[in-house]
Antibody, heavy 120, light 107 residues
């Protein structure tokens, strides 16, 4: 059974860097693309980007200048960094499993979600 | 970006009713359309992918149809357990985008 478990800081100040990590259990980690998705009351579900075991990445253009995704295949983990956060980045952040090709992915397994609040 | 527009934004129906939710894409996405169910306080759950393929374990009262720009999620007989918000998602091209959601309640 595939499980995604995520963690990271839940309260940030403006201009700080959001940092989240997602560990994958029970799955062939290298076979898939792994995504980050966020959900805020004002903007609904928003895809942030994806990464695979070869460190190929694809980011939403609106966030690309602030986003970095990385992967550690030895630990079956992938991570998200979003710098220069503002209140608009307040959301529940999810990690999720995509498919085996870049971009054309729906999400069949999700992490439990992490509420990140940006407030001074 | 491809915009995904869902309608209605909310609906209230009786147990046993047939419920239909519509999702319209701003451009042709062929059949690269998925549907998710999100119950209050829970994680989104994949219901349907490739427009009409039911994810394993999803009850057969859920079905999907459409192609191109217009898609539909149907619940053939609404059950109390179906109270949730439903989202469509296109995966034809990046950035992947979601609809705004349809909240389904029991009358």
């Amino acid at each position: 059974q595939v499980q995604l478990q995520q963690w990271g800081a839940g309260l940030l100040k403006p201009a700080e860097t959001l940092s989240l990590t997602c560990a994958v259990y029970g799955e062939t980690f290298s076979a898939y693309y792994w995504s980050w998705i966020r959900q805020s009351p004002g903007k609904g579900l928003e895809w942030i980007g994806e990464i695979n075991h070869s460190e190929s990445t694809n980011y939403d253009p609106s966030l690309r200048s602030r986003v970095t995704m990385s992967i550690d295949t030895s630990k079956n983990q992938f991570s998200l960094k979003l710098n220069s956060v503002t209140a608009a980045d307040t959301a529940v952040y999810y990690c999720a499993r995509g498919g085996k090709t870049m971009v054309q992915n729906y999400f069949d397994y999700w992490g439990q979600g992490t509420l990140v609040t940006v407030s001074s | 970006d491809i915009q995904m527009t869902q309608s209605p934004s909310s609906l209230s129906a009786s147990v046993g009713d047939r419920v239909t939710i519509t999702c319209r894409a701003s451009q042709d996405i062929t059949n690269y359309l998925a549907w998710y169910q999100q119950k209050p306080g829970k994680v989104p759950n994949l219901l349907i992918y490739a427009t009409s393929t039911l994810q394993s374990g999803v009850p057969s009262r859920f079905s999907g149809s459409g192609s191109g720009t217009d898609f539909t999620l149907t619940i053939s007989s609404l059950q109390p357990d179906d109270v949730a918000t439903y989202y469509c998602q296109q995966y034809n091209s990046a950035p992947l985008t979601f609809g705004g959601g349809t909240k389904v309640e029991i009358k």
